[in-house]
């Protein structure tokens, strides 16, 4: 909601009336009056109509209505996100410039000592936005609609199977070698730029992928991609018919996520203000509803909570990127 000025005085009066808790819902943090004052930038590393530009845009907008200044999105796309996250990482930390944080960074987490930045060290969690699952699809011509007969078909045909991803290192990509490793099916590795994968898929230059709800539900529904399974351990609300891997393989769970990022040493009550707009944010039903419309579930909470997600992931993520041994470089 935009709060003029008029506004502003109109319902601190009613508070002062009707007591404190009305007050106390539209205070802001002390020290963070002056914030924001100007435009804020969200940066997303994936370019427009992707996935995290989708969710950028969502939130961003109801950010500018929920704290009465712009907030624009910044896309910045290459290197599966690292270009972005490079850029916030030394940008001033006065909650100007911003990051669409992705499942993707607890891979940069993993990996620091070949980036360019620390990503634990130099981004500090603000919020989470959403936990979404990824959907194992299929282009129609591979001969299986379920997980078993999908196992069977690569199985023998070792080395022809092609799996595609959005990027070596991207969730995406540790998701088909999640698959791999606790399937024993070999499948060859096709790394596309972003949201470039899907062309690739409708082509039929790849058989099977491991994309995000958002942007492969209009392909499943269209009959252009087949789904065989969602990652999460629950079946999705959005593909209810669509059975969750771990159906098939006890265990198999990798949640794709979005959040909030700010550069490390933005001060805490601007943390705490964004954080308190984004959870404000997410209780609407409206937004709630838009959001379940996409595969996700809000992520409500304090930033902390963001951030032992982070640190959760970066765990699993790097004991795969060991095991399946992949080369970030």
């Known amino acids: 909601m935009r709060f003029s000025r008029r506004r502003s005085l109109l319902l601190a ?17 002390a020290g963070a009056q002056a914030w924001p004052s100007r435009t804020v930038r969200i940066l997303e590393g994936y370019g427009p109509g992707s996935a995290p530009d989708i969710i950028a845009r969502l939130i961003g907008q109801r950010l500018s209505d929920q704290l009465g200044t712009p907030f624009v999105i910044d896309n910045k796309p290459g290197a599966s996100g690292k270009i972005a996250t490079d850029a916030v990482a030394k940008a001033p930390a006065d909650g100007y410039t911003l990051l669409l944080v992705l499942i993707n960074n607890s891979v940069d987490a993993a990996v620091k000592d070949r980036l360019p930045y620390d990503f634990i060290r130099d981004i500090a969690p603000v919020a989470g936005i959403h936990a979404v699952p990824m959907v194992m699809e299929v282009h129609p011509s591979v001969p299986a609609t379920t997980v078993p007969e999908f196992i069977a078909f690569a199985k023998a045909n070792p080395g022809k199977v092609n799996m595609a991803s959005a990027g070596t290192g991207t969730v995406t990509h540790i998701a088909g070698e999640l698959f791999q490793i606790m399937t024993g ?79 490390q040493g933005t001060p805490a009550a601007v943390i705490e203000t964004l954080n308190r707009a984004v959870n404000a944010v997410l209780d609407d039903p409206a937004f709630k509803a838009r959001l379940a419309d996409l595969g996700g579930t809000p992520l409500i909470g304090p930033p902390a909570a963001f951030g032992k997600l982070i640190a959760t992931d970066t765990e699993k993520l790097a004991k795969v990127i060991q095991v399946a041994n992949i080369n970030l470089e």
Not at 191 to 219: E, T
Not at 252 to 262: E, I, K, S
């Open 13 to 29: 009066s009613l508070g002062s009336v009707l007591g404190a808790p009305m007050l106390g819902a539209i205070a802001r943090p």
């Open 185 to 263: 099916v070999p499948l060859f590795h096709i790394p596309y730029r972003g949201a470039q994968v899907f062309q690739g898929m409708v082509a039929g230059q790849a058989q099977v992928y491991f994309g995000p709800v958002a942007s492969s539900l209009p392909l499943v529904k269209a009959g252009k991609l087949r789904a065989l399974a969602v990652t999460s351990k629950a079946r999705s609300h959005v593909l209810p018919e669509v059975p969750a891997l771990d159906e098939y393989l006890p265990g198999y769970d990798l949640t794709a996520w979005y959040g909030l990022g700010a550069p």
